[in-house]
């Protein structure tokens, strides 16, 4: 799809992610010089099942017009696209420049409780506008959030939504959402969930924020999924005790017992912040992420016989066999996992680096090194490198990811 235009209007200049049922790439709005989002659904999906649910998306973004909601543009329904010869579904929508939640949370730690509260209102104040069109989200968690340049919480992804009267894709015993953003009543029954099941992933999210931590810290599904319809979640501390009924009361056990709307969480937060101005709360001094327009073109493949490898911390060398390999870091809330992965190597620091950090590439029998707009910023022997510009490679070049040191160096 990279450097098609669809609908003679949408430059696609770069892919930027892919999920189970899509993939993400940035474009520009060639009437409006926009940049923009186009979501492009894979085509083993296209069924009239999928494309019911897809259109329900369009559907539901259509009705909203928030400034903490992303906005849809444009759509298309299984269309011919000559240049790609193929009939493709997507979705235009908002480019929101910025980090997500959970990328500022991992690299930042805990939040200062007045900053955490008022990314809270202004998500509460999405989901009042999304509540009030009949919409349940079903998927509040901090890597749907994005925090702009201009402390501007949005919420970014509408994939399992569902409106008021619209049936539900998954059947009731197959569980839609993130496990641990979900309430008690999701995991048993995720088609039967009300707005209050959104208040509880905030509750999460809320408490994500104020802890870097999350309410149930085990990896097996099973023990997390038990914990939470059980309600043995770990209690939130080092807050004050405003915060702390707030955040015990969005993740009640039972519907009921939580906040009866998202206006309620609103007017709770006003007053523990004493209605102080949001913006003026919010000042996380974010670099703006920014994106190459015109991308380079990497041929698809392994390098027959890799002539370099990186070489970590702890002495482990790795080849470098792909003509793209991207360094970060997995989280487990995250199926994404970069190729090469600094937390699951055990390398000291790896906390410091972004999920998808910095990439190396292969060009013209030249290796280089970009920035991918990450939180921490990378560094080539010591010298600070602006966000998507790359740099050649040199034997034994120090490449440092956050606070993880690599080196550059030929195999053998």
Known sequence: MIG????????????????????????????????????????????????????????????????????????????????????????????????????????????????????????????????????VHRDIKSQNVMITPANMAKIIDFGIAKGQGQQTLTASAHFAGTLYYAPPEQILEAHGVDHRADLYALGVVLYEMLTATLPVKAREFGTVASRIISGKLDPITGVSEPVAELVTDMLALKPENRPASADEVVARIDRILNRQQVQQIIDLDLPATTTRMEPLRLSAGDVEAPQFEIVTPNGQTIPLRLRETIIGRSHPRDATVPDIDLWTLGIEGARTASRRHCRIFLEGGGYYLEDLGSMNGTQLNDQHLEANQPRLLHEGDRITAGRVVLVFRRVG
């Open 4 to 135: 098609s235009t669809l609908k003679g209007r949408y430059r696609i200049y770069d892919r930027l992610g892919a999920g189970g049922a899509a993939t993400v790439y940035l474009g520009r709005d060639q009437q409006t010089g926009q940049m923009v989002i186009v979501k492009v659904v894979h085509n083993h999906l296209v069924n009239d099942k999928f494309m019911g649910r897809f259109q329900r998306e369009i559907e539901l973004l259509q009705s909203l017009h928030n400034p903490h909601i992303i906005q849809l543009y444009d759509w298309a329904l299984q269309e011919y696209d000559a240049q790609s010869n193929q009939t493709i579904s997507y979705i235009v929508a908002e480019f929101v420049e910025g980090h997500t939640l959970a990328d500022i949370i991992d690299t930042r730690g805990p939040l200062e409780e007045s900053v955490g509260l008022a990314i809270a209102r202004q998500v509460s104040l999405g989901l009042s506008d999304i509540h009030r069109q009949g919409i």
